[in-house]
């Protein structure tokens, strides 16, 4: 099959594609694409944590350190502590993207939330996990993690269910 291209035709079809493929960087920042070093956004791990107290400001601030982690939301019951950390997180990336929340079955819900941080006080762990594992979300569970072993056993069948990745600490 032969094809009819003039030479201006075919030099106004190259001309056009190697413009074009020069312009993208000023379209798609290199960061996007893991230049210099850069964890490109689709490789970052989205992170909400869960009671903003003094452990789990300082899980926040340990968060902050990766680069392959971004810290999208905060939920504690207390106002003081949600603006506190909210404000750590916005401050450190420059904006104010991080959002904050009362209610962790909200933050839990988000569709762009991969894992999250659970440092709640003890006789919640097991409740926030439970709901953790049904948004099929990965978890980290500070300790202790529950108050009566059937209440784990629950979380540790949930887990299974949902095949969702967890981790218990113990510091």
């Known amino acids: 099959m032969k094809t009819n291209i003039s030479r201006r035709g075919f030099l106004k079809r190259t001309f056009g594609a190697a413009v074009g493929a020069a312009g993208i960087p000023y379209i798609v920042p290199s960061s996007v694409l893991g230049a210099n070093g850069a964890v490109p956004p689709s490789d970052k791990i989205v992170i909400g944590s869960i009671g903003v107290g003094g452990m789990g400001t300082g899980h926040v601030r340990q968060l902050l350190g990766y680069k392959d ?9 207390w ?28 933050l839990l819900a988000r569709k762009d939330i991969d894992g999250c941080i659970i440092a709640t006080c003890d006789h919640w762990h097991v409740l926030v996990g439970l709901e953790a ?7 980290y569970l500070q300790k202790s993690m529950g108050v009566y072993f059937d209440e784990n056993q629950a979380l540790r069948k949930a887990v299974k269910q949902y095949d969702v990745v967890f981790q218990f600490g113990t510091q």
């Open 79 to 106: 106002p003081v502590r949600r603006k506190k950390v909210k404000g750590i997180v916005d401050k450190f990336y420059g904006n104010d993207d991080c959002t904050a929340y009362a209610d962790f079955r909200e």
């Open 69 to 77: 982690v971004k810290v999208a939301a905060i939920c504690d019951i």
């Open 133 to 139: 594992a049904r948004n099929r979300k990965d978890m």
